[in-house]
């Protein structure tokens, strides 16, 4: 590789970096949030880590995947650690899909942090934060 395009491409890869941490990320950095592993086997999507994302979130399995279910429409189901949905999902997309879910339903929106807990209460959905103490209603029944 001749010198000026491996500098190039140190130049570049230190653009992307920079641009991974400036954008939404940072809002949730103090989450640690997994990346998602998702592959395809024959027709089926295999979310291999999914199992990391409740715990990492502090919200329960099931919630998470019924708001997968719903934005992916589909109907995957849990397996030990992995979820499996039906048809061919887009792999990168798990990525957002779980960015959004932690803007909508685990950052406070008062104050932006993530230590956050769900309460219910004549049905509708709140979210409580433990630093500042609003009290946020969620809209939908994922969190
Ligand atoms: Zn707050």
């Given at each position: 590789?001749?010198?000026?395009?491996?500098?190039?491409?140190?130049?570049?890869?230190?653009?992307?970096?920079?641009?991974?941490?400036?954008?939404?990320?940072?809002?949730?950095s103090?989450?640690?949030?997994?990346?998602?592993?998702?592959?395809?086997?024959?027709?089926?999507?295999?979310?291999?880590?999914f199992?990391?994302?409740?715990?990492?979130?502090?919200?329960?399995?099931?919630?998470?995947?019924?708001?997968?279910?719903k934005?992916?429409?589909?109907?995957?189901?849990?397996?030990?650690?992995?979820?499996?949905f039906?048809?061919?999902?887009?792999?990168?997309?798990?990525?957002?899909?779980?960015?959004?879910?932690?803007?909508?339903?685990?950052?406070?929106?008062?104050?932006?942090?993530?230590?956050?807990?769900?309460?219910k209460?004549?049905?509708?959905?709140?979210?409580?934060?433990?630093?500042?103490?609003?009290?946020s209603?969620?809209?939908?029944?994922?969190?």
């Open positions: 590789m001749p010198t000026q395009s491996k500098i190039d491409y140190e130049k570049l890869l230190g653009r992307l970096q920079q641009n991974v941490s400036s954008t939404n990320r940072r809002e949730v103090r989450l640690e949030i997994p990346d998602p592993q998702v592959i395809w086997i024959g027709q089926r999507t295999i979310f291999r880590n199992m990391e994302f409740p715990k990492a979130l502090r919200r329960e399995p099931e919630k998470l995947l019924l708001y997968l279910n934005e992916l429409a589909s109907a995957g189901y849990i397996a030990g650690d992995r979820v499996i039906l048809g061919r999902k887009e792999p990168s997309s798990f990525g957002a899909l779980i960015d959004r879910y932690v803007k909508d339903y685990v950052i406070c929106p008062v104050c932006g942090s993530p230590d956050t807990r769900t309460e209460s004549k049905k509708l959905g709140f979210l409580l934060c433990e630093a500042c103490g609003a009290r209603s969620i809209k939908g029944n994922y969190a």
